[in-house]
């Protein structure tokens, strides 16, 4: 697991997942307690709570980011 972003209370991480591969490229918010799991490059909610409004303006804001590390931890599978 590598975090991508910080931005308090928001953290944004991305998993290597050659072991183990999942069906859709995603990434993980986590916040107060929670997490939520987010379809990348869509950013649709695949598991968890609907995303506070702050922490989908910085999933948009930062999206090239977050794909970047997704296909460098996973180039079998790149997005875009």
Do not use: K
Not at 31 to 47: H, Y
């Amino acid at each position: 697991m590598v975090r991508v972003l910080t931005s308090p209370p928001f953290s944004v991480h991305v998993y290597d997942e050659s072991g183990a591969p999942h069906h859709l490229a995603h990434c993980q918010v986590r916040w107060a307690g929670r997490s939520t799991q987010v379809a990348l490059p869509s950013l649709e909610v695949i598991v968890g709570t609907e995303l506070p409004r702050r922490a989908r303006s910085l999933l948009e804001e930062h999206l090239g980011e977050i794909v970047a590390e997704w296909n460098r931890l996973n180039p079998g599978r790149a997005v875009w």
